[in-house]
């Protein structure tokens, strides 16, 4: 199921324009436009969730879809051995922007924390 004004969603159908660095039947994975380190990709559902709150107990299949796409794409960029983030927020207080669930991958220098 797609929703016609999700931003992601609207990637996926290919009606925005991004940089596509993974796709599967389940997941699409692409760079973010603003990254906060040197590799930053976003990993999201092609199927539209709004978030891990709308997530059910039948999704497990797409959870680990969602991570196993991450941790390949962290080999493949180089940062799997020296470490990243993987971050997922979840709703307005936890920093969500885009109503359509992600995993951002950042990688490729230190990171801190608090992240803010």
């Given at each position: 199921m797609s929703?016609?004004?999700?931003?992601f969603c609207r990637i996926i159908r290919r009606e925005l324009p991004a940089t596509v660095?993974?796709?599967d039947d389940e997941v699409l994975a692409f760079q973010d436009?603003?990254?906060?380190?040197?590799?930053?990709?976003?990993?999201?559902?092609?199927?539209h969730v709004e978030?891990?709150?709308a997530?059910?107990?039948?999704?497990?299949?797409?959870?680990?879809?969602?991570?196993?796409?991450?941790?390949?794409?962290?080999?493949?960029?180089?940062v799997a051995r020296s470490g990243y983030r993987a971050v997922v927020n979840a709703g307005a207080d936890g920093g969500q922007s885009v109503l359509h669930l992600h995993l951002h991958l950042l990688g490729g220098r230190p990171m801190d924390w608090p992240p803010g």
């Amino acid at each position: 199921m797609s929703d016609p004004i999700c931003l992601f969603c609207r990637i996926i159908r290919r009606e925005l324009p991004a940089t596509v660095v993974y796709e599967d039947d389940e997941v699409l994975a692409f760079q973010d436009i603003a990254p906060k380190a040197p590799v930053h990709l976003l990993i999201v559902p092609k199927r539209h969730v709004e978030g891990l709150q709308a997530l059910e107990d039948g999704d497990a299949g797409l959870i680990g879809s969602l991570f196993a796409c991450l941790t390949r794409l962290a080999r493949e960029r180089g940062v799997a051995r020296s470490g990243y983030r993987a971050v997922v927020n979840a709703g307005a207080d936890g920093g969500q922007s885009v109503l359509h669930l992600h995993l951002h991958l950042l990688g490729g220098r230190p990171m801190d924390w608090p992240p803010g």
